[in-house]
T-cell receptor
Framework: EAGVTQFPSHSVIEKGQTVTLRCDPISGHDNLYWYRRVMGKEIKFLLHFVKESKQDESGMPNNRFLAERTGGTYSTLKVQPAELEDSGVYFC?????????????FGPGTRLTVL | GQSLEQPSEVTAVEGAIVQINCTYQTSGFYGLSWYQQHDGGAPTFLSYNALDGLEETGRFSSFLSRSDSYGYLLLQELQMKDSASYFCAVRVAGTGGFKTIFGAGTRLFVKA
């Protein structure tokens, strides 16, 4: 069974540009999460989809970030316009259920560098 | 607010035992997880403790004390391949369900 995949693995853009990150969860996983890790800091929750609906987007930093999951399969996270502080590794994770005990399967991340 | 504290780095020798501690301050706590991440790789799930006590899975064990808001990951018979970052994470009540909050990670260096 394929794991969570993310594209691209790396992205280097200039401040003010737009970048779109993609996540393909494990097939059949209704729950999809986006996280971000800024260098050396915690892996910070951004948002949670259940199928195509945003269950919790309390971690989204501001309105420059837009996440979508049309059709409840893959998800995209767009940053527009990108700022220097958006640099970091963006992880996607998926899970079958969303209960208290719930193993999340992570993708390898997209390393975003904003110059 | 919600916060977790874990050491930033730990160094140990091959074959030794190492304990990585995690203390947390959260509301709506349900359980404590541990994840391992090798450089450039995906964080992978190691363990989840919802109840007090020790859970053992092979060379790795995880402990939780809810009354002390404290847990640890114990790695025995260390191998070079155990060099990685280890994140503790709490499962808390979130909007419409549950949320996972991670610590900043502990980088473990295993030396020969």
């Amino acid at each position: 069974e394929a794991g969570v995949t993310q594209f691209p693995s790396h992205s280097v853009i200039e401040k003010g540009q737009t970048v779109t990150l993609r996540c393909d969860p494990i097939s059949g996983h209704d729950n999809l999460y986006w996280y971000r890790r800024v260098m050396g800091k915690e892996i910070k929750f951004l948002l949670h989809f259940v199928k195509e609906s945003k269950q919790d987007e309390s971690g989204m930093p501001n309105n420059r970030f837009l996440a979508e999951r049309t059709g409840g399969t893959y998800s995209t996270l767009k940053v527009q316009p990108a700022e220097l502080e958006d640099s970091g590794v963006y992880f996607c994770a998926s899970s079958q259920g969303a209960g208290a005990y719930n193993e999340q399967f992570f993708g390898p991340g997209t390393r975003l560098t904003v110059l | 607010g919600q916060s977790l504290e874990q050491p930033s780095e730990v160094t140990a020798v091959e074959g030794a035992i190492v304990q990585i501690n995690c203390t947390y301050q959260t509301s709506g706590f349900y359980g404590l997880s541990w994840y391992q991440q090798h450089d450039g790789g995906a964080p992978t799930f190691l363990s989840y403790n919802a109840l007090d006590g020790l859970e053992e899975t092979g060379r790795f064990s995880s402990f939780l004390s809810r009354s002390d808001s404290y847990g640890y990951l114990l790695l025995q018979e260390l191998q070079m391949k155990d060099s990685a970052s280890y994140f503790c994470a709490v499962r808390v009540a979130g909007t419409g369900g549950f949320k996972t909050i991670f610590g900043a990670g502990t980088r473990l260096f295993v030396k020969a």
